[in-house]
């Protein structure tokens, strides 16, 4: 069974099952629904496409339902306790979202329907890309992108395309700092261009002598994190932006980490050309399992018609008596089509509801208790753990997980130690850059209370460390799983819940 | 701290890639430094003989449970031999960096490749000052 094989033995015996797989439940012949007869007539299939047996579960409706929510008590989420889980911005999810996007208008039509038909639908999502232009300060806003990859991939085939609209099809090269998610290169790579790294200075910024040393004619633009993933704003991004235009490049805003930014300072300020939000970040639409995400992109007037699309447009005015007529238009060099239809919808709607309900003022100050709240917890976890960038942070801050004086302590050990206390572990091991990186984002939606608890248990979790670090190396002890073995798990990968039959048998 | 090991006659990159000369082949691997950073790795992507690396590109990739990173060539030259026992076992990078773990051998293209490489005390102090 998947739960044996990658649990660790204990004693040389793998523990029981926490729950049977669904086949070990039921009995043959039950079923779940009873089908009404067909009021048309049977259809004959081609008998190639028939087979004698179809290996399902044979479960009533309850079992079901019973076998699935007791596996949903096994799960640890937001709506369950405080889930610091750096550069994913895993705060509240509000439930007025939800009934919003179950309005039957929005959750009960369909793609294909003609847009005279959805206009309700359309206005919001071109509200929605109206207030995405203004909070970035961009011109214009595609909400194609199915997730933040893929908004960082639309973003990096417009630079190229308006290279290209240019004339300067040798502008192969894209810069990306040695701290940057690792979407950014694969983002580059997918795109045909070349990365080029170059590495953070002592206090995790960019490495500006390097910069202007990479800084050329080949060079197609930059992708950077703001505040970067170290969670400190970087000092010298006014240097950084004039460098690249400098040699001709575009500069590409990766907005993981906008809930430090949100209506403070605006990306087209500080001279950015095109960005993406992860609209299930920044606006509390589900993600994590829970939900796909949304990777909206934005541009200035260079990039504006190059965007992905369809894009929402007002295709006529209206009057006082008629209101404006919303359809779906591709711009005129657009880089086509990213997924099908429009984005993914049901997220849309929520970031709308998110936004409609903060408004201006409040989503400035959703960032300045972000960031208030990661100070907080980063001072009064200084001086117990290390800190590498001792600086005021953005919305999040990484320490290191490991000790001089506490030898054979990672920070996978001291994660593992939190989910005793009931905590979700931070980020473990990225950024790269930092050894035993513990990135840590509380986000705006905790209280003081929850932040303090958590700064409790992990100053516990460091006296234990020296006192008793087996507590730790043995971690979870509380869980409904022990310590899984990652490294069998990654090298004898199961993802089955039933052995695969062999297709040839 | 330092319970990472070098190997006398090598030669290291900044990057931690060793590179062992024996008459006019080397053998490069990771060091056991980097294997420790590392922790345990799953996963190789090695190159094929024949193939052709180059100074301080990319030849190989690693993953291991924390992340997956890119192995540098501390010098030019044609591939001659792969340790493909590494596909079964990845693990021989951890428990014999110097040895079993040994990833490719090269026909160096040109011995002053190197010559900016460091030396195991040289190597050592660098990992040392990264802790």
């Given at each position: 069974m998947t739960i044996d094989l990658i649990l660790q033995k204990k004693n040389g015996e793998a523990p029981p099952p926490l729950e049977p797989l669904i086949y070990d439940l039921g009995a043959p012949g039950r079923i779940g629904v009873n089908l009404p007869d067909p009021d048309v007539p049977e259809a004959e299939l081609p008998a190639d496409l028939l087979r004698a047996t179809l290996d399902l579960p044979e479960v009533s409706e309850m079992d079901v339902v019973r076998h699935f929510v007791r596996l949903s008590h096994l799960n640890y989420s937001i709506d369950t306790g405080f889930y610091p889980l750096g550069s994913c911005t895993m705060k509240y999810n509000p439930k007025l979202n939800e009934d919003m996007a179950r309005l039957p208008g929005f959750a009960e039509i369909h793609p294909l329907q003609d847009p005279a038909s959805v206009q309700g639908a359309l206005a919001m999502m071109y509200t929605l890309q109206s207030w995405l232009a203004e909070i970035s300060g961009m011109q214009a806003v595609s909400l194609q992108p199915a997730a933040g990859a893929q908004g960082e991939f639309a973003g990096i085939l417009m630079i190229r395309a308006y290279h290209l609209a240019n004339?300067?099809?040798?502008?192969?090269?894209?810069?990306?700092?040695?701290?940057?998610?690792?979407?950014?290169?694969?983002?580059?790579?997918?795109a045909g261009l070349e990365v080029v790294e170059i590495p953070s200075d002592a206090n995790g910024d960019v490495d500006l002598d390097k910069l202007r040393e990479v800084c050329g004619e080949d060079v197609a633009g930059m992708m950077i994190t703001v505040p970067n993933t170290l969670g400190v704003f970087e000092a010298h991004i006014k240097e950084i932006v004039d460098i690249i235009h400098g040699c001709g490049g575009l500069m590409y805003m990766d907005g993981a980490n906008m809930n430090a930014m949100m209506g403070v300072a605006k990306p087209a300020d500080l001279g950015f050309d095109v960005m993406h939000y992860n609209l299930h970040k920044t606006f509390s639409t589900p993600h994590g399992g829970g939900g796909p995400g949304s990777g909206p992109v934005a541009v200035n007037e260079k990039l504006a018609d190059f965007l992905p699309g369809p894009i929402v447009t007002i295709i006529d005015e209206g009057s006082d008596e008629e209101p404006p007529l919303y359809g779906l238009t591709m711009p005129d060099k657009s880089i086509g089509r990213l997924k099908a239809f429009y984005g993914n919808f049901g997220m849309l709607v929520r970031a709308f509801a998110y936004i409609a309900v903060y408004g201006g003022a409040g989503l400035h100050a959703v960032t300045k208790h972000a960031v208030l709240n990661a100070n907080y917890i980063r001072a009064r976890l200084k001086g117990v753990y290390p800190m590498p960038f001792d600086r005021i942070c953005g919305h999040e801050f990484v320490c290191e997980g490991h000790w001089p004086d506490a030898e054979g302590?990672?920070?996978?050990?001291?994660?593992?130690?939190?989910?005793?206390?009931?905590?979700?572990?931070?980020?473990?091991?990225?950024?790269?850059?930092?050894p035993e990186a513990l990135l840590i984002e509380p986000t705006e939606t905790e209280s003081k209370e929850a932040c303090d608890a958590f700064v409790e248990a992990m100053l516990a979790i460091a006296q234990e460390a020296r006192e008793n670090p087996?507590?730790?190396?043995?971690?979870?002890?509380?869980?409904?799983?022990?310590?899984?073995?990652d490294v069998r798990a990654a090298k004898q990968l199961v993802l089955c819940c039933r052995p695969v039959l062999d297709p040839e048998a | 701290m330092a319970d990472w090991k070098t190997l006398e006659n090598a030669k290291y990159t900044e990057n931690d890639e060793w590179i062992l000369v024996e008459g006019d082949t080397a053998k490069i691997g990771l060091t056991d430094y980097a294997q420790d950073q590392l922790s345990d790795i799953v996963f190789v992507d090695l190159p094929e003989v024949g193939d052709s690396v180059t100074k301080g590109e990319a030849f190989a990739t690693v993953e291991s449970v924390k992340a997956a990173s890119d192995v540098y060539a501390p010098a030019s030259g044609t591939i001659v031999a792969v340790n493909s026992a590494l596909d079964d076992a990845p693990e021989q990078i951890n428990s014999d960096p110097?040895?079993?773990?040994?990833?490719?051998q090269i026909k160096l293209s040109d011995p002053n490749d190197l010559k900016d490489l460091l030396d195991a005390a040289a190597y050592a102090k660098h990992a040392e000052a990264r802790g």
């Open positions: 004339g300067e099809a040798h502008r192969t090269k894209i810069i990306v700092p040695d701290s940057a998610h690792g979407t950014n290169p694969a983002t580059t790579a997918m302590i990672h920070a996978l050990d001291i994660s593992k130690r939190l989910m005793d206390y009931d905590f979700h572990p931070p980020t473990n091991y990225f950024p790269l850059i930092v087996d507590l730790l190396h043995d971690a979870p002890h509380k869980t409904p799983v022990g310590r899984v073995d | 110097y040895g079993a773990g040994w990833m490719i």
